[in-house]
């Protein structure tokens, strides 16, 4: 009983610092993004279920796309990219041709999910 229940404290500890980690790298996420207009759009590749779960649960009111950002049809000032590997050197420099700057956030967790998370914004 002593030996279950030594296992079960390390366990414990092992989660609730993985839950806090998540937690702080999903706040700074969300904080960097702050209240997004109704133009923002948000897409992911290639990082499960965050284009139809998580995405839609923290921004409801706003366009999320399984894409890459330069598939996005709408004429957005800012697109939020997810992506589960680096981005391409010919993506970043069709967003660029696009008249957009980026910010990239490399390896956060937004929730569980691991990825590098990238801002196209037009000033």
Not at 37 to 55: G, R
Not at 94 to 100: A, D, E, F, L, V
Request: hydrophobic share 35%.
């Amino acid at each position: 009983f002593v030996a279950i229940l030594t296992i079960g404290l390390f366990e414990f500890k092992y989660y609730r610092s993985i839950s806090k980690t998540q937690n702080v790298q999903t706040e700074f996420i969300l904080n960097n993004i702050g209240e997004p207009t109704e133009d923002t759009v948000f897409t992911a590749m290639n990082v499960q279920h965050l284009s139809w779960t998580v995405l839609p649960y923290y921004f409801p009111d706003n366009a999320v796309y399984a894409c890459m950002p330069d598939e996005v049809k709408e004429d957005a000032d800012h697109i939020w990219t997810f992506l589960g590997n680096d981005i391409s050197e010919s993506t970043l420099n069709t967003m660029k041709t696009k008249g957009y700057l980026v910010d990239e956030y490399k390896t956060v967790l937004m929730c569980k999910y691991s990825c590098n998370v990238y801002h196209f914004y037009r000033e």
